[in-house]
């Protein structure tokens, strides 16, 4: 039962690491060579800590030692799916559907200009995305007057845009 309880433990410890350390212990056991997010360190630590964890369990109900190991390894693989399916979910970049803004959310939005965008300057407007209200820098290729509506045409950085008259595509 000793070594089954050990086994646990080792699986809990690397669990832990892989919560604190997160996606670099799955590029450094090169987990991320394999092309899917199925496997995890995370999910490979779920499935060693579930394997002497529920062994131990096994051997101290049916006192048998065949049979501890393979509810072990039962209970590990149905661990491990467990965790590898949730980290999967987590990193899952199509679940981007949160109303936090993001630079591609921006192209081919609409917005007012709150202050004058000059020739070859830099002015300012404000643009709803998701309901979020944002004030960004604005450059424009023909200077544009505050109050004007505008339609963002590319992202220069976190806090500057594109800017252009124009039919408004996401009113």
């Keep these: 039962m000793t070594v089954f309880l050990l086994i646990g433990g080792v699986g809990a410890a690397l669990l832990l690491l892989a919560v604190l350390v997160g996606d670099l212990l799955d590029s450094l056991f090169n987990f991320d060579a394999i092309d899917s997010d199925f496997f995890s360190f995370a999910g490979l630590a779920g499935f060693v800590g579930a394997l002497g964890f529920a ?7 049916v006192h048998s030692l065949p049979i501890a190991i393979v509810s072990g390894v039962l ?3 149905g661990v491990g799916a467990l965790a590898a399916w949730l980290t999967a979910r987590l990193k ?3 679940r981007d559907s949160d109303s936090t803004v993001r630079s591609h959310h921006l192209i ?3 917005g007012r200009v709150i202050h004058d965008i000059p020739a070859g300057g830099l002015g300012e407007i404000r643009v709803s995305v998701n309901g979020h209200p944002t004030k960004l820098n604005a450059r424009a290729a023909e200077p544009i007057g505050a109050g004007t ?3 963002v045409t590319a992202v220069l950085s976190p806090t500057s845009v594109m800017v252009r008259h124009g039919e ?3 009113p």
């Design 55 to 61: 062994g131990a369990i096994a051997l101290s109900v």
């Design 149 to 151: 509506l505008v339609e």
């Design 92 to 94: 899952d970049p199509s």
């Design 108 to 110: 081919g939005r609409t």
């Design 75 to 77: 209970v590990g693989l």
């Design 168 to 170: 408004p595509v996401h």
